[in-house]
């Protein structure tokens, strides 16, 4: 049997990065927002059997075929479910910017995840899911959750839904930069002379939740990125934001 879903991009409203752990991630806090402008449309199929197979394709020049994360969240949700079985993935619409911030591979590894445990009659409980999303990648577990809003913090997955804004709109747009890499970003916010206390996550969703006039978001990646329009907020580490409409 075969599934067809989609996965929806995200934009983080504000986005504060915290001192490197010793377990080498970066504490945030951010608020992550759904949106949907844009989508990836992923075919997954499941055959039980003995021996555990991956094969994911539709991605070719663009990731390699067994390090993306589609690849690994379907070996993270068979190795942590304990189920065997032979799974086809493939990428037939690609519509989320690579390298954007909006977290497209994140919402791609989950929507596997969440394909995957209804092929198996939702074997699989909440718990193991949010395990396996915090296995494959760090913005995964928020996709996974289904909230459309959620202050998210420690390294993504510690999350706490929050009614999602109906009022506001945000229209994604690229910056115009070309995107550093990831590494590369990380280091230079740990070059700062002085690495900001993170904010209280409670003053962040009072802020979201006050007039939009109000919004005092930072963003910490914006200082990679100089010269940005007032009105445009940088989404992530990447190169797309958005604007408020």
Partial sequence: ??????????????????????DGFH???????????????III???FSDKKDIEVSGLEGLVAADGNTLYRAAVNFLDLSGIAAKAKIHMSHHGIPLRSGLGGPSSDAASVILAMNRLCNN??????LFEVACKTGSDV???????EASLVRG???ILNRIESRRDVGFSL???????????????????RSRIPVLPDGDELVSMYNSDVEKWNFRNDFELIYPALPESFHLSGAGTWGFELT
Avoid at 1 to 22: C, F, H, Q, S, W
């Fill in 173 to 191: 747009i690229p910056s115009g930069y070309v995107k550093k890499g990831t590494g590369e970003a990380y280091a230079i916010l740990d070059s």
């Fill in 155 to 157: 390294r993504g997955e």
């Fill in 141 to 147: 577990p928020f996709f996974v959750s289904g909230y």
């Fill in 45 to 47: 199929g499941l055959e």
């Fill in 27 to 41: 504490p945030i806090v951010s608020i992550f927002q759904k949106v949907y402008d844009f989508y990836d449309e």
């Fill in 1 to 22: 049997m075969d599934l067809t879903v989609r996965a929806y991009p995200k934009i983080n409203i504000g986005l504060y990065v915290g001192k490197k752990r010793e």
């Fill in 123 to 128: 074997a699989v409980g909440r718990d193991t």
